[in-house]
């Protein structure tokens, strides 16, 4: 009887962490999805913008009954650029939150998605070492949207994030100051099926991106090649 309720309580925690791990990697297939689709915006990302992130942090069906009760309202994945200040291709995702604070649109019942654009090394540090609340320790703001917009704005030259949101097909910039922003790393174990850090999958350049990650990695390299700020900062 004992070895009867072993093995039953043993199937039971196997068969929940296959769950577990089945859904985040859903949710990192959804980023995939989600990048694709606002790629595909006429009126999506400037060119510019894209080609001058370090990191790229896409959070999908963020609801709004999440922001009335204050609790954890975003599970997303954060992708950088590898190798030595950020200057070589798309790595290997880790899984982040975005959780409180408010935001500066009204949502609807419609789900929304959410992508943010780390735009320089201090912001990317910033979010790979610990939790941080946009606004405070990380400046973030609207980020300008059209593929002729400039990059050289107000918004883009100050802030360490640029964040934009999707909502009934309407792609614009959105403010997120009051949120927090941290590495989700029992998401991560479940995705990789062992414990990284965000730092470790990031910075190390040796984490292999996991199946459900690629069409993630292939949008960003299709669309975002290169980091031309490193070349930009050379000329200067």
């Known amino acids: 009887m ?16 296959l769950h577990a791990a089945n859904k985040e990697q859903e949710r990192l297939e959804n980023c995939g999805v989600v990048m694709q689709e606002i790629m595909n915006v006429p009126d999506n990302i400037p060119q510019e913008v894209m080609e001058k992130a370090e990191c790229v942090i896409v959070f999908p069906s963020v609801l709004k009954a999440a922001f009335v009760v204050g609790a954890s309202y975003g599970r997303g994945a954060m992708v950088c650029r590898t190798g030595e200040h950020f200057r070589g291709r798309w790595g290997a995702p880790a ?38 609340k946009l606004g405070g320790d990380a400046s973030v703001a609207a980020g300008p949207v059209g593929r002729d917009a400039s990059a050289d704005t107000d918004a883009y030259m100050r802030s360490e994030i640029l964040s934009y ?8 910039g959105v403010s997120l100051e009051g ?58």
């Open 179 to 236: 949120s927090t922003l941290r590495p989700d790393d029992d998401a991560t174990q479940d995705v990789y099926g062992r414990k990284l850090t965000a730092r470790e999958i990031v910075m190390g350049g040796k984490v292999r991106v996991p199946e459900s990650g690629r069409h993630l990695i292939a949008v960003l390299d299709k669309n975002s090649p290169r980091n031309e700020s490193r070349k930009e900062s050379a000329r200067k």
């Open 2 to 17: 004992i070895r009867k309720i072993t093995l039953t309580v043993c199937f039971m925690l196997l068969a929940a962490a």
């Open 165 to 172: 949101s999707r909502t009934r097909g309407l792609f614009a």
């Open 95 to 132: 899984m982040f939150a975005l959780e409180g604070g408010s935001v500066g649109f009204q949502i609807g019942g419609q789900a929304t998605d959410l992508v943010l654009l780390v735009m320089n090394e201090r912001g990317a540090d910033s979010i790979l070492s610990s939790k941080v």
